[in-house]
Each structure stands twice: as C-alpha cells, then as structure tokens.
C-alpha cells in the first residue's frame, strides 16, 4: 500500500506510548495503555512502524479499515528499536498478518549467535503462543541491523545508532520530505542526568519532532538509576543540547495515572523554559503529529 498525503510531509501517529508492560484503568484512560507501537506516514511511501509494542493490533485495524477500499494486501515495513517483550509483543495479533499477500519488513538489532528471524520465531511459537509464526498468511520479513546501520526505504533514510539501555538497543533518525523524527523510547540516563552521548546527539540533531523516554520521575529514578530509562527533566536535556523542536514524552510508566502524566508534564516544562529548550508535550493513544520540515535549528 503506498499511501498518498497532501502536506505535511511527515504525519506521526501513536498507538501505544506506554513502556514495560500494558495497562488498563478509569485513571489511565486519556493516555492510554498500549505499549510502544507508532505509526509514520510519509508522502508516497508504504507505512512506517516503529516498534511492535501491543499497540500494534489497534493499527493494524486502522490499516486493515484503509485497505479494505483498494483490495490490495498490506506491505509496510517496521524498525525494532530491540526486543523486549513492550516493544515486540503486538507482533502475533497484528491483523493484516491473517491475510495472504501481506508483507512486513522488519528491521531491528543483530541477535549475538543467532538471527533476528530466529529469535522472533522463537517467541511466537507454543507453548508461549498458540501457533507458529510460519503459520500467518501473512509474511515477516525480518533484517538484521548493526549498530551505525543506514537504510535508503524509497525517499526514506534511516539511521540507527545504539543507545544506552539493557542489551543491545538502537535509536533511529528517520528523514523524509524535510523533515526530521528522532525515535528514542528506551535510553538510560546516566546518574548525574547531565551528560549526553554522542550517538544519541547525532540521532537527535535539530529533529523536528523527538520521542524521548520519560518513564520515571526523579523520586523514582533515584531508587532505579540502573533500570534503563530516563526522566522528563533529561529528555528535555537530550533535546535542548540537540536543538529540538518538539519534544513528545514516550514510553510512560504503567503505574503512572493520566494525573501524574499531566504532573510529569507541567514539570517538564518548566525545565525546558528555564533552559531555552523546545516545545514540550506528552504522547497519548490516538495523538497525531504533523511535521512540515521547515525552519530547523540544528544543535546548539
């Protein structure tokens, strides 16, 4: 399917914003409890997923409702920043994979001794799944990446870079029409949350839209500094150095409620004023962001 947009260039959509595990409760409901699942469409070129959280099978509905006009199967291709269970787990509920002719591409971090392709098969199989991924009519194509990898996807450039996190973890740079997405949902913060590593400037230089993981506040990162993830205070940190736009908040916490997330927000900022630093907002289920590309900044 190639889909065709009027401008803007870049329309960003989320479908799962939550990181760990889902969550579902009345306090939960305005952003929502689908883990990492985000839906990219550029001018002209199949869907673009990044990652394949439980998100995945609410936009698969949402591509299979866009299919059923034209009759054709899906084809589309998917980034896995790496394979933690919130970031894979959508894969065997994802709809368009019931029907034949469908293809995925999926692209993610090289596995140590084994492939990519190996590896998922081996999480969607019993007796952890009712059946084997062979079994879809639809086909996953899976490609291994290594750290530094570039892919050229039609008028798409990807970049992937590895980033601090537990294993092997990558942060992609997605540029198309003009404009620039940086996609880091899982990034340790280092201790003292003030420095930023090089790879993950590089990923995030003058992006017009970044999302950043934000998972914990600083109460909490204080008792889980080595849990592999970042607060709202170092996103905008990581954005500000790089010379963001738009900050978006990703990757929230499921014992967070909608109050805290708004809390969480507010503080973030606040920060980002005192700092000079970029547009702040909080990603939430059914959020969509357009990007046109212009007047990018570049890192300060």
């Known amino acids: ?10 329309r960003i959509s989320y ?37 394949m959280g439980t998100g995945l099978r609410a936009l698969g509905h949402h591509l299979t409702t866009s299919l059923a006009a034209t009759g054709l199967p899906l084809r589309a291709t998917a980034l896995l920043t790496h394979l933690h269970y919130d970031h894979v787990l959508g894969t065997p509920f994802f709809p368009p994979m019931r029907d034949p002719g469908a293809l995925v591409e999926v692209y993610g971090p090289a ?48 970049v992937a870079r590895q ?19 940086a996609y880091i949902p899982d990034h340790q913060a280092p201790l003292d949350r003030t420095e930023v590593e090089d790879e993950v400037l590089a990923l995030c230089d003058g992006a017009d839209l970044l999302l950043h993981d934000a998972q914990y506040t600083d109460e909490e990162f204080a008792e889980l500094a080595d849990w592999g993830h970042s607060t709202p205070a170092y996103a905008v940190r990581v954005a500000a150095e790089a010379g963001v736009r738009r900050l978006d908040l990703f990757h929230h916490d499921p014992g967070h409620t909608d ?25 939430h289920e059914g959020g969509t962001v357009e990007i046109d590309g212009r007047n990018r900044t570049g890192r300060r």
Do not use: K, W
């Open 259 to 283: 109050e805290q997330l708004d809390e969480m927000l507010t503080a973030a900022r606040r920060v980002s004023e005192m700092i000079g630093g970029p547009e702040v907002h909080s990603a």
């Open 15 to 51: 479908f799962g914003v939550r990181g760990s595990c889902p969550c579902s409760s009345e306090s939960q409901r305005r952003y929502g409890g689908n883990t990492s699942c985000v839906l990219v469409e550029i001018e002209g070129e199949p869907p673009l997923i990044l990652d």
């Open 111 to 158: 596995q140590e001794g084994t492939t990519l392709q190996a590896t998922m098969a081996g999480m969607v199989r019993p007796p952890f799944f009712p059946v084997d991924i062979v079994d879809f009519r639809g086909e996953l194509v899976y490609h291994d990446l290594a750290p530094g990898s570039e892919l050229h996807l039609g008028s798409v450039t990807v």
């Open 1 to 10: 399917m190639r889909l065709r947009l009027a401008l803007p260039a870049v």
């Open 163 to 181: 980033v601090n996190h537990v294993g092997t973890t990558f942060g992609f740079r997605i540029e198309a029409g003009g404009a620039v997405v």
